[in-house]
């Protein structure tokens, strides 16, 4: 799915949307197919969390990890 390379949610949000839509569209026979079943399984990319990015930050610049929340 394009969408999925620029938002990870907006593409999720858009397959709830459109998958339940379109399986009704395919229950009232006005599609013979709902082309969402054949979309692969959206994976949310991995995130760093940002205390996690501040510490690396103060440890890279040589100051002490216990100084990161003052």
Known sequence: M?????SYNRAKQALAVFRPA?????????MLR???EYVSRLRRPASTPNAIRTAIAYWAA????????R
């Open 2 to 6: 394009q969408l999925a390379k620029l």
């Open 22 to 30: 379109l399986g009704l569209a395919v229950e009232h026979e006005v």
């Open 34 to 36: 709902n082309p969402t």
């Open 62 to 69: 040589g100051r002490s990890s216990t100084a990161v929340g």
